[in-house]
């Protein structure tokens, strides 16, 4: 009776342990659900929706980002790269000094954003996934808070927008210039995600239509300047490319921004806006001073892979070393003093070996000619106080051996 007694009691014991894990594990599989739900939409500013689903991720992830030094994730491994073949034609570089750059980090949900001039319209920031942008509800103009006077003999201007994609309709997205006067002279637009066009002193000079229209997510407009070229760019198709311009003497910048109104659940957003001055050649830059240093060398925050858009500075670099057989040099990594040092250092040595790695691959050049190393922020040829200040310490350079 005793035995039988014992053999009852063991077995439910049994039953219990063996129910326990089941329980448990559907208990968190009920709050892993609930947890889906309650983040699969946020409201943000004004009626813009902070979107959580894996589709608004990737659009976010796809954009060109920053090479912040923030994030906490840990380095990949060195070498690696995106894709470039969709790159082999894109030839911009960006401008070596930055005369402005605003990320909108750190701006007020809801404010106008604090950096920038109001010509007319209502602009607001506000937060689309993880990224701040500044969002346009009606027809308007911003432009950046620079000096004005004239724009440097070479430059370079970046701006990110978001489109929805789909059967959205396309918001008209401005990059325009002003004369002394503070008239518009000229501008670059894309419409309806598809159609672009470049328009200076009255006159139409470059017309087209992307290759594929925009998916959703962030893109990013560029223009290539001098006092008398300008090219164009739509992400990583070349959209104008003009050889001759006479009498176009812009002072300063700005961007226009016309939504659809018919569509309230597709907001109008700009993002990272980099607007910077060119300089020498990298030729020139060695000879002169025995290094070049380049903001051409793209990285996401927190990553050593080396972004796409990166392909024309390699190319650049690898023609250098191979045209000069007894060229050596160190390609050393530097950061802003964003995050600690320990991880900016580290980040810093994987982002600069990922550049060696990657002239050694594709320029087959011999390995003994290329050292690498990471300084972290501990070289910095800007202030850290401002965000151009910290864009200008976020590069690579190649000092001569």
């Known amino acids: 009776m005793k035995s039988k007694f014992i053999f009852v009691v063991l077995l439910c014991l049994a039953f219990i342990a063996m129910s326990f894990p089941a329980r448990a594990q559907f208990g968190k599989l009920k709050d ?14 004004e009626g813009v929706e902070e979107t959580t689903s894996d589709t608004a991720k990737a659009g976010e992830e796809s954009a060109e980002k920053p090479a ?7 380095p990949s491994t060195p070498g690696a790269s995106e894709d ?55 027809e308007g103009i911003i432009r950046p808070k620079i000096t004005t006077g004239s724009l440097p003999p070479k430059y370079t201007i970046e701006m990110e927008f978001y489109v929805k994609g789909g059967e959205a309709k396309g918001h008209w997205f401005f990059i325009n210039w002003y004369n002394d006067q503070g008239e518009e002279i000229g501008n670059l637009r894309i419409q309806d995600n598809i159609h672009t066009n470049l328009r200076l002193l009255e006159k139409d000079l470059a017309s087209k239509d992307l290759s594929t229209p925009l998916s959703g997510g962030t893109h990013t407009m560029r223009v290539m300047a001098t006092q008398s070229t300008m090219k164009c760019y739509i992400d990583n198709e070349r959209v104008a490319n003009v050889p001759a311009v ?50 051409g060398i793209l990285f996401d925050s927190g990553s050593d892979k080396i972004k796409g858009e990166s392909y024309q500075t390699l ?44 002239l050694i691959t594709n320029y087959k050049i011999a390995p003994e000619r290329l050292e690498s190393k990471g300084w972290g922020e501990s070289k910095s040829i800007d202030t850290n106080s401002t965000p151009e200040g910290k864009a200008n310490n976020r590069r690579v350079e190649l000092v001569k051996l």
């Open 32 to 45: 892993k659900v609930k947890e889906k739900v309650e983040k699969k939409v946020k409201k943000t500013a």
């Open 68 to 74: 912040s030094d923030t994030a906490k994730t840990q």
């Open 84 to 138: 470039m073949s969709l790159y082999t034609k894109f030839d911009f570089v960006p401008g070596d000094k930055v005369i402005f750059y605003d990320d909108l980090s750190g701006e007020e949900i809801g404010e106008f954003p604090s950096r920038w001039r109001l010509d007319q319209g209502v602009f607001e920031v506000a937060k689309q996934g993880s990224k701040n942008y500044i969002l346009c509800t009606d």
């Open 246 to 295: 006479e009498g176009f003497k812009p002072v300063d910048i700005g961007v226009r921004m016309d939504p659809w109104k018919d569509e309230p659940d597709n907001p109008m957003l700009i993002g990272t806006f980099r607007y910077a001055e060119g300089g020498k050649t990298l030729r020139e830059q060695l000879d002169e001073s025995g290094r070049i240093v380049t903001h």
């Open 315 to 358: 190319r650049e670099i690898g023609q250098l070393l191979t045209d000069d057989p007894k060229l050596r040099v160190s390609i050393e990594g530097h950061t802003d003093n964003d995050g600690t040092d320990e991880y900016n250092m580290t980040l810093s040595q994987k982002r600069a070996a990922s550049v060696r790695d990657y």
